[in-house]
Structure formats: structure tokens, C-alpha cells
């Protein structure tokens, strides 16, 4: 063919040192390519690709004795220096963390970035539990000094989760997923640490996935159902509305409360789902309630990053026919301090619909004046350990104090949690309390009890 021919003639016409220059000149290139493909070009350290090929030559050598370790490394407030400081500072932060890994770990150990924030560490051969601890000292030390990147001087901390590559893994996935699970509780310890991967917490991971696959069967299986505690008027004793309460009635485990299923739902975004069930099912049961009985229902930061939650609760409130301001969401504090103008945002819009809004749980955490001024609310709610502590010290006495003095300030309703005896009660009516919610007045009751409670109390009323 001329073509073939052409290019044959072409070769044959060209001098031996021009061909070796040439074929010098692809192999460079290739391997160029290949270091680019296999390299990350912001760090210069081995990437993702790299890690993958690495691990599946050790997986795929089954006759292999070895049992490398992989470290996983996350640094603690990346986000904050991107998102404060700009990606230029974060990007040179990242290559500064880099020259240090590779300086102090050199031929000890592979270093790769997989992206983000997060790298990883390799320990080839046979390493033994100390000296995979030794590394990760030596890795969690090299933070302990501040970085200096772009004119700024920036602190930050690594967790790292570690785990061996086991003879039945098949691919990189498979550790990366045990690292990463070690690296969520090391990322729960304070400062820089570093956390095994071991049966305990493989254990631990069997069982939040039982129980986030039980919630899933459970929502589809209407398992859920919801109780109401009474809020009192602390002069007259009147109810003023009933706190909706989530219980999951278990086929074999019984009713288990919230705090125990709660994280798992966040955890999975079940949280979405459920939390909108509730809001539906306490407007159809306050709405069978007579006026002006209010229900207040816990919300949390996820459902507000939820853009249909306004929107849902609107259409439950419509659907029922409960008026606004019978309805209350509660709110703890700690929700302000991630994506705070979405949760600015919703609230004006719920309030400017007539829904009421309380602080949750104030009294623990950061309980600001700035979060009681710059968000809009109706009612602040002392958390019952607050309360709990306030008959045992001084201290504590002032502090209730002082946070219904806040109320009295910025013009909302005190609710005082945890009532559990008559002297808790006299103590915080003393004190100017509004509203007072707790054992000693009621437990947690049934849907329809709250209906018996209410006709006897407009009873009492009325005779
Ligand atoms: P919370 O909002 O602080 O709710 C009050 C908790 O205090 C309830 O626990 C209630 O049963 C308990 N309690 C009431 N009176 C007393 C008392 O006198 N003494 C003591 N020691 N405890 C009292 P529960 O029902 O176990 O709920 C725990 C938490 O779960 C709630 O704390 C709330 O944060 C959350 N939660 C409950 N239902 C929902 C829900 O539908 N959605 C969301 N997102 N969270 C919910
Ligand atoms: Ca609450
Ligand atoms: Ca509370």
C-alpha cells in the first residue's frame, strides 16, 4: 500500500543516530506520561492511581507473606483554611504537609496524596504493631509546628486510621474502607492521634450498619411513632402545647429511644425521610387538639440543609389545617455554627409564616448572646442539666439565673427542662421562668392521652 510504503521509505531514509534519538525522545515521553498519570502534580507525590496499582501487586501476590499497613492521614481544619484563608494559602498548606511527610519518611514508608486533604502512608514488608505506632508518632509530630505558607502562619493536625492489608482483600477499596472507618474515631479524639483498626471496632462497624439497615426496614415497616410532653405556664399551670417525642417500637428489641437510632439516621440521611414524617404526624395530631394547644417538634441542622424542608412544613401545616403559631421548631444552639445563613434563611421564612422557633438544649455548649441576637427566636429552653445542677451549687443557681435574665432581655419565652421535683419548680418560679417542662409535671405521654389531658383541663376551666 502507498501508505505503508511511504512511511517504510520514510524510515529506511533516516540515519541510525536520528532513530535512536527518536526512540529515546518517545520512551522519555512515555514515561513523562506515565509519571503524570501516576503523580499528583499539586504535591509531586504519588496518587490515587499509583496507590491502586501499588496495592493490587501486593493483593494479586497471593503467595505473598507480607502484610503491609496502610495509614490513612485526614488534616483537622483544611476546610476552615480553604474556605478563610483561600485555596492558594490551602493549596500551598497541602505541599508544605507533603515536603514534611516525605522528609521525615523517605525510604520507611510510600507516601500518596488520594486527593483533598486526605493522604496516605504505606508500610511494605512485615511491620509490627510499634512500629506502625512509631510511624504514626512520627507522622502526628510533624504538625506540632505551625506551617508557614504565603505569609501566613497556619496551625493544623492530622488523625490518621490504620489498618493491614489482609489476605482476603481483592482490591484497594476494601482497605481504604477499614482505614477510614479507624480514621472516623481518631478524627473523634481531641488534637492528633491515630487509631488500629481491630476486632472491636470492626465489631462496632457490623453493628451501626445493622442498625442503619434495621432503620431503613423499620421506616418502611411504620415502626415509628411519636409522645408528647407537656410545657406548663409555671404560675398557672396551664399546658401551653406538648413537646413530640420519637420512639421506635422494635419488633424484638421493644421501644428504643431516640438517642440511641438518632446518630445512625444522621449518619445515613434517614434522618430526611423521618424527621419529615414527624413534622406531618405532629401537625395531624395537634390539629385534632384544642385551640390553642400548641406541638413543638426537634429539628436538626441536616433537615435545614434540606431545601424542601420550609416548603414541607408549610404543606403539613396547610394539609392539617393546624395554624402556624401552634407549631414550634426546636433548634439546638450547635446548629448555628455550620452553613448558619441557610438556617438563618429558613427560620425567617418559617417565622414570617407565623411558625414559632425555640433554642434548644441552651445552658451546655456555646449558649451565646450572639446566637440569641443575630438568629430570630420566641423561645429559649435551659437544658436539664442545667436544671439538675442548679439545686447542688451556687454556681449553677446563678447561671439558671442569668439566662432567664437573657430571656427577659431579648423578649423570649423561658422554658425551664427537667423539672423533676416541687422544689426545682418553686426555685425557678422564684426566678421569673416562664414555662416548665419535666417529670414532675408529666412524662412523655401517648397521642391520646394528650387529648383526655387537655379535655380535663379545659374541665377544670370551666367549672
Ligand atoms: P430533648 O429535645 O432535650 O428532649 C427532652 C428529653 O428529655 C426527652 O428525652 C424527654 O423524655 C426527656 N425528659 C423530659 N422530662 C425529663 C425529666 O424530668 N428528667 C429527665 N431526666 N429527662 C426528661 P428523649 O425522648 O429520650 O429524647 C432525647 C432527645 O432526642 C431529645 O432531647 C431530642 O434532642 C431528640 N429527639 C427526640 N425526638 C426527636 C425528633 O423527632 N427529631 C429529632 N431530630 N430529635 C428528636
Ligand atoms: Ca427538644
Ligand atoms: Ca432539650
Not at 509530630?141 to 489498618?163: M, N, Q, W, Y
Amino acid at each position: 500500500m502507498p501508505v505503508a510504503f511511504g512511511a517504510g521509505f520514510y524510515q529506511v531514509g533516516r540515519s541510525k543516530a536520528q532513530l535512536a534519538a527518536e526512540r529515546g525522545l518517545r520512551r522519555r515521553t512515555e514515561r513523562r506520561l506515565t509519571r503524570d498519570a501516576h503523580h499528583d502534580r499539586l504535591t509531586g507525590l504519588a496518587n490515587r492511581s499509583r496507590l491502586e496499582r501499588d496495592i493490587q501487586a501486593i493483593v494479586g501476590n497471593s503467595r505473598s507473606a507480607d502484610r503491609p499497613a496502610l495509614l490513612l492521614l485526614d488534616l483537622d481544619r483544611f476546610k476552615f483554611v480553604n474556605d478563610s484563608l483561600g485555596h492558594d494559602v490551602g493549596d500551598a498548606l497541602l505541599a508544605a504537609i507533603a515536603g514534611r511527610l516525605r522528609r521525615a519518611l523517605r525510604a520507611a514508608a510510600g507516601v500518596y496524596r488520594l486527593g483533598g486533604d486526605e493522604f496516605v502512608v504505606t508500610i511494605a514488608g512485615r511491620p509490627s504493631d510499634g512500629k506502625v505506632e512509631n510511624v504514626c508518632r512520627t507522622i502526628c509530630d510533624l504538625f506540632a509546628e505551625p506551617f508557614d505558607v504565603r505569609c501566613h502562619r497556619v496551625a493544623s493536625g492530622c488523625s490518621i486510621g490504620v489498618t493491614f492489608l489482609e489476605a482476603g482483600d481483592t482490591s484497594m477499596s476494601e482497605p481504604l474502607a477499614r482505614a477510614d472507618h479507624a480514621l472516623y474515631e481518631a478524627k473523634a479524639m481531641p488534637g492528633s492521634g491515630f487509631r488500629f483498626f481491630d476486632a472491636a471496632l470492626a465489631a462496632e462497624v457490623e453493628a451501626r450498619a445493622a442498625v442503619e439497615e434495621d432503620l431503613a426496614r423499620a421506616m418502611r415497616a411504620d415502626e415509628f411513632f411519636l409522645e408528647y410532653q407537656p410545657i406548663v405556664n409555671v404560675e398557672s399551670g396551664a399546658v401551653r402545647a406538648f413537646e413530640a417525642l420519637l420512639r421506635w417500637r422494635h419488633p424484638e428489641k421493644g421501644r428504643i429511644m431516640p438517642d440511641l437510632f438518632l446518630p445512625a439516621a444522621k449518619r445515613t440521611g434517614l434522618i430526611l425521610p423521618l424527621g419529615g414524617w414527624v413534622v406531618r404526624e405532629a401537625c395531624r395530631e395537634a390539629a385534632r387538639w384544642p385551640a390553642p394547644a400548641g406541638v413543638s417538634i426537634n429539628v436538626v441542622g441536616e433537615q435545614f440543609r434540606d431545601r424542601a424542608f420550609v416548603g414541607h412544613v408549610k404543606a403539613c401545616l396547610r394539609e392539617t389545617g393546624l395554624a402556624p403559631v401552634r407549631l414550634t421548631i426546636e433548634v439546638a444552639e450547635s446548629v448555628f455554627s455550620v452553613d448558619a445563613a441557610v438556617i438563618r434563611e429558613s427560620l425567617s421564612e418559617l417565622r414570617s409564616h407565623g411558625v414559632r422557633v425555640a433554642l434548644d438544649d441552651f445552658g451546655i455548649g456555646f449558649s451565646s448572646i450572639n446566637t440569641l441576637s443575630a438568629f430570630p427566636i420566641d423561645q429559649l429552653k435551659i437544658d436539664r442539666s442545667v436544671t439538675r445542677a442548679m439545686m447542688e451549687s451556687r454556681r449553677d443557681a446563678d447561671l439558671v439565673d442569668i439566662i432567664l435574665k437573657l430571656g427577659r432581655t431579648f423578649q423570649v419565652t423561658t422554658t425551664v427542662e427537667g423539672i423533676e421535683s416541687e422544689d426545682q419548680l418553686d426555685f425557678i418560679r422564684q426566678r421569673g421562668a416562664c414555662e416548665a417542662q419535666g417529670y414532675l409535671i408529666s412524662a412523655p405521654m401517648a397521642g391520646p392521652e394528650v387529648a383526655c389531658l387537655l379535655a380535663q383541663t379545659d374541665d377544670r376551666l370551666s367549672a
